[in-house]
């Protein structure tokens, strides 16, 4: 179903996900209008399917990002100071949409998003992505947005904690370090290899929704099968 979500332009794109309930938040759809994927992915801006970014890398299909952000939305509100960490931020094109979420959609509301990724060339042009718009540009200068270098498999704890960590490659496990970055309550989207894929390039993978409530109490729900690139070393 997904992949008939493509359009001519960004709006249509955005427009498909909505009328197939793949977006089913108005603030969703807002916030991803916003946010031109020709910024972050010119080869084939558009189409619903992930997009070869360099280094290995890609930008994940925009399908998978509107289901990390509904997911998560409960704990990005608007304007009330949220903290959002984005593992393997990649284009940097995710990490502005839930910039929007948090900080309005002028960027002007209190909120903060962290972008990390282990490929200092990734963090540069998740910046230089950014940069192409007036509305990055805003949330970039105003340090609403900030890009750093760093594995994000220890997450990045200087930031934290966070009301919501996105990761955006698949993981071995479901990082300890990431859930004691968590605020409570938080929450987490994380694809991870289940054990019988672990050794291929897309193994078996799902989505995992790690959840931290009020007390502290962590639980782990196992959501739907994906194809993520892995969350590894940089490359050599």
């Not at 760093?150 to 919501?164: H, I, N, T, V």
């Not at 490659?169 to 290899?193: N, S």
């Not at 109490?217 to 050599?236: E, F, H, I, N, S």
């Amino acid at each position: 179903m997904a992949w008939r979500c493509s359009g001519r332009t960004n709006a249509e794109l955005i427009s498909n996900l909505y009328k197939a309930q793949l977006i089913t938040a108005e603030r969703v759809r807002a916030s991803m209008t916003s946010v031109d994927r020709a910024h972050y992915a010119p080869a084939a801006a558009y189409e619903d399917s992930p997009q070869p970014i360099g280094y290995s890398a890609t930008i994940s299909a925009p399908h998978m990002h509107a289901s990390a952000c509904q997911s998560l939305l409960l704990f990005m509100p608007e304007n009330k100071g949220a903290k959002v960490l984005d593992i393997g931020s990649g284009s940097g094109y995710l990490t502005h949409v839930m910039a929007n979420l948090v900080c309005g959609s002028e960027g002007k509301g209190e909120g903060k998003v962290v972008g990390i990724d282990h490929i200092p060339q990734l963090t540069e042009l998740a910046l230089s992505n950014m940069r192409k718009s007036e509305e990055g540009r805003r949330l970039l200068d105003n340090g609403r947005v900030e890009f750093v270098t760093g594995d994000g498999r220890k997450g990045y704890a200087e930031g934290g904690p966070y009301d919501a960590i996105h990761v955006g490659a698949a993981a071995a496990e479901i990082h300890d370090k990431l859930i004691d970055q968590l605020r409570a309550p938080g929450r987490m989207f994380i694809p991870v290899e289940d054990e019988d894929g672990r050794g291929s390039m897309f193994g078996s993978q799902y989505i995992w929704v790690v959840d931290k409530d009020a007390d502290g109490k962590v639980t782990r729900k196992r959501d739907m099968g994906v194809r993520y690139v892995l969350l590894t070393d940089a490359p050599k």
